[in-house]
Structures are given as C-alpha cells and as structure tokens.
C-alpha cells in the first residue's frame, strides 16, 4: 500500500505563508527572469491563466483583477519543502521524495484507518508548515497519484468527484462500483506515465478514461507502447509493478545553466558567470561522492531578439576525474576562452558535467599532487570539505573563487528578480518580525 503526498500550488502556498495578504487573490510565481507562470494559485486557474504563460501576455490581469506576481524563491521553496517531507515521513516506515512537493510514502505494515491517519498527518503539516496539501493512497504507486489527483480536484472543483474523497483519498477502500465510477470521471491524460503523444493516440482508439485504460489487454498495450505504458495498466489494476526508490541512484549527468538578465557581451563577464555555473555544479556533484572525467560549457545568443546570432559549445577532458571546484571552474574556463567571440549578445551559458563515476578518495590513477599539497587528500580534499561546511553554514557563496566576481552586489548577468520575496527561513536578515 501506499501514499502520495501533494503539496497544494506549493511555491503559491510557500509565499503565503509569510505573506497573508496573498490569501484568496490571483496569484503566479514566475520563472527565471521572471519569464512565464511556472506555479498558479486556484484563483489565478480561475482567470484562465495557462501553466507557462508568458508574463507579459497574463500582467494585464494586475490591473483587471489585482494579479500578484512573484519572482521563483527557490531557497525558501526547498526549505519549506524540507519540513513538510519530513512530517510527510511520518505517515510510514518507508519515503521517496519524488519532487519538491510531493513524497511517496510507503505503508506496508501500517496498521488501523490509514484514511484517519493521512488526515492527521495532513492537519500536522498544515498546522507546523501553513501548506495545505492533498493525500492520495493506493495499493500501487500509479493508484496512489491518480488517488492524489481525485482527492485534490474534488477539493478544487466541488462536483467533479465525491466530496467524500476531497483532500485525503483511499481507493483500497472504495467499492468495485465507486472505483470504477472515478475512474470514468477520469480524462486518460490524468493517468501518471500517460504523456501527451500517448494520451491522444489512446483518445483515436477511443480510450478516454482511466478506466478505459484500466481495460485494455496488457499484451496489446506492450506490443504497440511498449513495457512502460504496460506496467502502468498492471498497476491501475492493482498490481504493484514500481517500488519505492528510497535512495535515488546517483545522476549521470550534472548540469548549471541561467539565462541572462540582460545580455552579456564581453568576455570578461561571461567567464564570472560561467565561474558561479561551475561552482555550483561542483557542489553538486560533491553532495553525490561522485567525480567529472569531462566539463561540456556552452552560450548562445537568444532566438527572439534581432541581431548576430551565436551558438557554441565545447567539451574538456579533465587531467584526471575531479570535484574541485578549482579544477572544475579553470576547465569552464578554458573553454568559455576557446569558443568565445565578440560581437554578440549572449543570453545564456551553462555548465554540464559527464562521464560522472563514484568519487574513490584517491583510489586507481595516482595523484602526484597529493605528495605536496596536504588539501588534494582524495578527489573531494580536505579545503573542498571546509568549503563546503562553510557555505552550507554561512549561506552559499560565503567562500567562493575570485574568478566568480564580487557576491556582495548585483551581478549584470545575474538573473531578473524584480518581485523576489525575502528568503524568510534561511537568511538572518529576512526572518520576518512578530511585534505586539
């Protein structure tokens, strides 16, 4: 059995917290340089607002219906996401955080109303966090999402579902006749593992529903969409086909790339942006114990402004794998100095690490630089270590390199955050006052 735990529009959630004044009105938070709507409150669905909308197409309804725009708060976000997760973790022996707002709990061996006990959990997160959230619970993973998604539309849409099944949903203990009737008022597109090619070509052979699907012959599924497609059928019919991945494996690839907020044309400022990209990626792939063989660095002009256009890239191998981020950032620029050229306004670059591998403290290709120099003890090393712990202390980019340019100021390549709210929970500066 298990349960999916959904944060409600968790980054619109996370700003109200802080900001009563939000409640009840059209709110989005936006994406980098403040671009589209990458979160929408129920109010602001209501107006009609699109996920991805561009801003400058939806800012009209600022004045039409007292829209609030708010600039990503990502460190807030995953704060906030930290302590909810860790209540979520309650629910059961076993957790997987999916994503920021949602955590699949596993609750083999959980005995009693598990109804009952997800409510509880439910009110303690709201109590201890301030966000509202929905359960879903199943005896798949596929159920639990699709029980998640009832349970949350049946709060936001009175009528679409029960009313009995808002906020907290149990399929395991609905009827053969009530399952089956949610999930004919289920459009397929809302099944998790159907994805929009999939979903229309289903629609063509007439599967419209989840229970159409639920229908459907395993073999034909797996001849024409393959196995995946085919072990999301066995699980909307009950058969546990995914587990929980309690210990995510490490990632193949580690990425850091920004657009611009306003173009960089020099080369002296790409190579501080690309410095702060790489840095950060090498924290990244710290957290993992895990080394780079090569650096892939990248920038380009944007497609929607008039102008020369540019676009290049260039991968650099690395003497032996590394998670310095000294060695890190002086291969970035290396090859920020070997594709670079004047003349073009820039709105992006990036950083991509590969040919990832276990970090092995030293082990295999020997380090002749670990003889003289006491901080190369292993790929991490003892500085990177104290790098880290002071960071993670002191807030990022307390210690930083030179090559990433003063952390005290507005950067110009830095991006667009015009409506950023304060960072409430990780910033001393910001903790917000109670006065009597």
Request: charged share 20%.
């Amino acid at each position: 059995m298990f349960a999916l735990v959904d944060g409600n529009n968790f980054y619109v959630s996370c700003e109200r917290v802080f900001q009563p004044r939000l409640h009840a009105k059209p709110v989005v938070v936006l994406s980098n340089n403040d671009g589209c709507a990458i979160a929408r409150s129920n109010e602001a669905k209501a107006l009609g607002i699109k996920m991805g909308a561009p801003w400058f197409q939806i800012r009209h309804w600022q004045r039409e219906a007292g829209l609030v725009g708010l600039s990503a708060n990502f460190a807030l976000y995953g704060d906030m996401s930290d302590r909810m997760m860790a209540l979520a973790a309650e629910l059961g022996p076993t957790q997987e955080v999916y994503s920021i707002d949602e955590s699949f709990i596993g609750l083999q061996g959980v005995g009693g109303d598990l109804s009952a006990r997800a409510r509880e959990v439910r009110e303690r997160i709201w109590r201890c966090c301030g966000l509202p959230c929905g359960i879903g619970i199943g005896p798949t993973k596929t159920l639990a999402k699709l029980a998640n998604h009832i349970a949350k539309t049946a709060e936001r849409k009175p009528g679409s579902y029960p009313s009995e099944l808002a906020t907290v949903c149990n399929l395991a203990h609905l009827p053969a006749a009530d399952l089956d009737a949610v999930m004919a008022a289920t459009e397929v597109g809302e099944v998790w593992g159907v994805g929009r090619q999939i979903g229309r070509q289903l629609r063509e052979l007439g599967v419209h529903t989840a229970l159409d699907l639920t229908h459907l012959p395993t073999a034909q599924v797996r001849q024409r969409w393959g196995v995946v497609l085919e072990r999301t059928v066995r699980e909307l019919q009950g058969e546990p086909c995914i587990g929980l991945d309690e210990a995510p494996p490490p990632k193949q690839q580690i990425a850091c790339t920004r657009s611009f907020g306003q173009p960089v044309t020099t080369l002296a400022l790409l190579s501080e942006a690309v410095s702060e990209f790489a840095s950060r990626a090498a924290e990244k792939l710290r957290s993992q114990h895990s080394v780079a063989g090569q650096l892939l660095v990248f920038a380009h002009t944007s497609a929607f402004r008039p102008g020369p256009r540019f676009a290049r890239s260039t991968t650099v191998s690395l003497r032996r794998p590394s998670a310095d981020t000294r060695t890190l950032v002086q291969a970035a620029l290396a090859g920020v100095a070997h594709i670079y050229e004047p003349g073009f306004a820039l709105s992006k670059a990036g950083v991509m690490l590969l040919d990832l591998m276990p970090d092995t403290h030293g082990q295999g290709e020997l380090d002749f630089d670990a003889a003289t120099d006491p901080t190369h003890s292993g790929p991490k090393g003892r500085l990177m270590q104290a790098f880290d712990q002071l960071n993670e202390r002191f807030g990022r980019g307390t210690v930083h390199l030179g090559s990433t340019g003063a952390s005290d100021g507005p950067r110009r390549w830095a991006m667009r955050q015009e409506r950023l709210s304060p960072q409430y929970t990780t910033r001393w500066s910001d903790l917000p006052w109670a006065r009597a």
